[in-house]
């Protein structure tokens, strides 16, 4: 052999050569050690391969989380109330962005630690079917396909366009049907009909494998209909590869793969479960229980080909990010740190911000005049940083608080007074006092009351929770009521402004209070956004992504994941605000509405468009909402569902002709047999401001149209 031969490189560190030659090269000279090494998400190091270690770990939610500095942006479910699928994107590219910069910015100070890589474990995409869920404040909210569009922008966003690399991989999550109880995920089976699974479970993952090109997917930690979702041949192989086509890795939550024996004992210990997990189709392990694979293979529980094959599938991901060719090959490597938490992403996150913001009832004090001369600020969230911020997330170099924002939008102008009033929780009345006091000295009253990251979570963040994260009722906490009403009592106008990840009953509020906005947690900027609504600096046109229920008697149990009775598909009682509702300082008019065909054939899809006019005096955004109700299904089907929506501006006088497409997916079913199915029949589309029958929504097109044959989809 020639001296030449003896020190060429390996194949693995040919950047020339196609990906999957090198990453089959690499794997080969492993050892079974070594291979099970690299399936955990503190994968170390082998250095006589010269791979580094990794730690796959990383979140951005609404921004790099955990890792220091960066843009905060609101909290997903405030990202929803946006309604809008190019703001994701960009967020979402802002996010990768940063998350880029602060990799390479790692490596260059060689720090490889955990939130300091390329795979993020991001976005949540389950649905918020029940308001208690306190994870809820994650997702998109409890709409399928309003949760399909978001999660496929922001999942392209983080991923980039690149033909050759990934800018960094999303992992849409938890895979599937896992939206509570904290307290039981461990151990808890969520019992799914075949129609809900297909029909409200399933169709964002569906969309984020298939249109986004989702790299990576988290398997739940429940079971689902009796398979653990970590190694669930129904979940992981027969829908996720073989129906899907996904050709990614699958991770486990953090600690799954043990509860596959220690709580779901559908195994007797952990070499089993790791077995069954990766035989199954899950690759990687956030834990240490695939650390038994060693003992699996050697046992015959496991073939060293099913575990080369989750090799694969991981070093696959590792190469498309770059991590074993030099920087200047990677586009994404270039990306200055100066980038994070910068004036341009710190103007994105305000943006955001205000776009999020729904104005829940306005009897005409809002926008409120800027010749107040006194302003009483009032609540436990108006001056406190954790409410801006939600859960799993960075650390903003500024931020403003609402006090803050109220202050600065001011100025000298007028005598801002502040009061906390009241903790977040428990029964004192300490501060009522003061509160009053200074609310009968002032001309406007502003309390800032609601939810807390410490109230509503995932289990063991939100620590003062009743339940492990969740919450046992969706009544404003503590004594939060008892101040609101007290401050009213004084004869002072009040503005409620409402904070928090999920859908709170304000009956006593909606009732007695002339105006009230919900902001959610909005990032560092928020402060900023509130006060541009409060004071009509900025028209708001957030639409709540849940339904803001008026008590828990209008919900079935919490552990029941039928759908029925649930989110505005299911639910026919009367909400306290509907999904979809939001108000705005100006007026919108809705006409002309035109359909391609009133008789369509099964393969054929249907084009409908419609003109909307500001008839207001004020510049603002409309979400223009289609929605569709299958009139003459033979098996239960939703009363309406959202099929379509635009986000649109336009200034007063101005006039707009919006075009949605139908396409027969959209108007399918799922029969009694578990199949896809579009059914001949009568269909009904209604297009306008919101739900047809919602308060605040006065202009409202309807039309029916036919399919004239039967056809099955799958």
Not at 385 to 406: A, F, R
Request: aromatic share 8%; net charge positive; hydrophobic share 40%.
């Amino acid at each position: 052999m020639s001296q030449k031969t003896k020190s060429a490189k390996p194949a693995y560190l040919n950047p020339s050569l196609p990906v999957a030659k090198r990453v089959n090269d690499l794997i080969s000279r492993m050892t079974v050690p070594e291979k099970v090494s690299q399936t955990l998400n503190a994968s170390p190091g082998i250095k006589r391969l010269g791979i580094p270690r990794y730690e796959w770990w990383n979140e951005c939610l609404h921004g790099v989380g955990r890792a220091g500095l960066a843009t905060v942006f609101p909290q997903a479910i405030g990202l929803a109330a946006t309604w809008n699928t190019d703001l994701m994107h960009r967020v979402a590219s802002v996010i990768s962005d940063e998350a880029r910069a602060k990799h390479h910015e790692a490596l260059r100070r060689e720090q490889r630690e955990r939130y300091q890589g390329l795979t993020y474990w991001s976005p949540n995409i389950n649905i918020f079917r029940d308001p208690r869920w306190g994870r809820g404040q994650e997702t998109y909210g409890e709409d399928p396909y309003l949760t399909t569009r978001l999660g496929v922008a922001f999942v392209k966003g983080l991923q980039g366009d690149d033909p050759r690399y990934h800018k960094l991989v999303a992992t849409p999550k938890h895979y599937a049907a896992h939206s509570g109880p904290e307290k039981l995920r461990h151990g808890f089976d969520a019992r799914v009909s075949e129609r809900d699974l297909r029909m409200t479970y399933l169709p964002a993952f569906e969309a984020c494998v298939k249109e986004a090109k989702a790299v990576s997917i988290m398997g739940a930690y429940n079971r689902t209909n009796g398979e653990a979702c970590c190694a669930s041949k129904t979940l992981l192989i027969d829908i996720l590869r073989k129906e899907w086509g996904f050709d990614g890795y699958v991770v486990s939550d953090c600690g799954a793969i043990d509860d596959i024996f220690r709580h779901h004992k559908l195994v007797k210990n952990a070499k089993e479960a790791a077995a069954l997990a990766v035989n199954n189709g899950c690759d990687l392990n956030c834990g240490r229980t695939f650390s038994r694979l060693v003992s699996s293979v050697k046992e015959g529980l496991i073939s060293e080909k099913k575990l080369t094959r989750a090799l694969t599938r991981l070093f696959t991901a590792r190469f498309r990010l770059g991590m074993f060719d030099p920087p200047e090959l990677v586009p994404y490597a270039k990306i200055s740190i100066k980038v994070n938490d910068c004036p341009k992403h710190r103007k994105l996150a305000l943006e955001s911000a205000r776009q999020s913001i729904v104005l829940l009832k306005n009897d005409g004090l809002l926008p409120l005049k800027k010749t107040a001369k006194s302003i009483a600020v009032i609540g436990p969230n108006a001056n406190d940083l954790e409410v801006l911020l939600g859960n799993y997330n960075g650390i903003p170099s500024k931020y403003t608080t609402v006090l803050e924002g109220i202050k600065g939008k001011v100025g000298q102008k007028a005598q801002v007074l502040y009061a906390k009033g009241c903790k977040l929780r428990g029964d004192s009345r300490e501060g009522f006092a003061e509160a009053v006091e200074i609310a009968k000295k002032a001309d406007i009253a502003i309390l800032v009351l609601g939810l807390h990251p410490r109230l509503e979570g995932e289990e063991g963040d939100a620590q003062d929770s009743d339940a492990s994260g969740d919450r046992l009722h969706i009544d404003l906490p503590g004594v939060q009521e008892e101040l609101l009403k007290a401050v009213h009592a004084t004869g002072t106008p009040v503005v409620l402004v409402l904070m928090g990840g999920s859908a709170i009953a304000i009956n006593w509020a909606d009732a007695h209070l002339p105006a009230i906005i919900a902001s959610w947690y909005p990032g560092e900027e928020g402060g900023v956004a509130v006060a541009d609504v409060l004071f009509g600096d900025y028209n708001p046109a957030g639409r709540l992504p849940v339904t803001f229920y008026k008590s828990l008697e209008q919900l079935p149990p919490f552990e029941d994941y039928n759908m029925a009775g649930r989110t505005y598909r299911y639910f026919d009682g009367a909400p306290l605000y509907s999904f979809g509702y939001g108000l705005s300082y100006t007026q919108f008019k809705y006409g002309k509405l035109r359909l391609s065909s009133r008789a369509l054939l099964p393969t054929e899809s249907l084009k409908i468009s419609a003109e909307v006019e500001n008839v207001g005096k004020r510049a603002g955004d409309e979400v223009v909402q289609l929605y569709v109700s299958d009139i003459e299904a033979s098996v239960p089907v939703p009363l309406r569902q959202l099929q379509g929506f635009q986000r649109i501006h336009l200034k007063p006088g101005e006039k707009k002709r919006v075009e949605f497409t139908l396409s027969p997916q959209q108007l399918a079913l799922i029969d009694d047999r578990g199949r896809r199915a579009l059914e001949a029949g009568l269909f009904r589309i209604t297009l306008g401001g919101g739900q047809p029958g919602a308060r605040g929504v006065s202009s409202l097109l309807t039309a029916d149209f036919k399919v004239l044959k039967k056809r099955l989809l799958r």
